[in-house]
Structures are given as structure tokens and as C-alpha cells.
């Protein structure tokens, strides 16, 4: 009886351990992306005054972003040896 209980703790152990490594890897993949969209939102506005392109806001530069991909398609360059 002892045996059964401990193996159902370590089940929901397990269950929790890979719930916290999904969340953190969700955390990640958030900050590396808000990262990439300040950095582009940065070039954007100090770029922009000298086309004279309107400056736009973070949220603004996100969806003009994520307008692009979806339009234009998320492309992942690579090099293979010996082509």
C-alpha cells in the first residue's frame, strides 16, 4: 500500500516537473521574441525619420511584425556542407 502511494507522488512530481520546464520554456521563448521586436522597433525609429516613415509605437511595430511574417512567410536560412 505504501508502494502505490509513493509511486502516485512521483507521477505527479513528474507531471509537475515537466509543467515547470513547458512554463520556462515558454518564459524564454517570450523574452528572446519581445527581444528580437524591441531590437527591430529600435532600428525602426531611428531609421525611420530619415525616410520619412511614421514613428510607431512597440505594439504598433509587433503587429507590423507579426503582419510580415504571416505574409511574407518565417523563414529559417541554412547552409548544408558540402553543397
Known amino acids: 500500500?505504501?508502494?502505490l502511494r509513493n509511486r502516485s507522488l512521483t507521477k505527479?512530481?513528474?507531471?509537475l516537473a515537466v509543467i515547470a520546464v513547458l512554463l520556462i520554456l515558454c518564459?524564454?521563448?517570450a523574452?528572446?521574441?519581445a527581444l528580437i521586436i524591441w531590437l527591430g522597433w529600435a532600428l525602426w525609429?531611428?531609421?525611420?525619420p530619415?525616410?520619412?516613415l511614421p514613428i510607431l509605437t512597440y505594439w504598433q511595430f509587433a503587429?507590423?511584425?507579426l503582419l510580415i511574417k504571416i505574409f511574407?512567410?518565417?523563414t529559417w536560412s541554412y547552409t548544408r556542407g558540402g553543397d
Do not use: K, P, Y
Open 31 to 33: 523574452g528572446v521574441l
Open 45 to 48: 525609429g531611428w531609421l525611420a
Open 72 to 74: 511574407v512567410g518565417i
Open 1 to 3: 500500500m505504501n508502494l
Open 63 to 65: 503587429g507590423l511584425w
Open 50 to 52: 530619415l525616410f520619412n
Open 12 to 15: 505527479i512530481e513528474d507531471v
Open 27 to 29: 518564459a524564454i521563448v
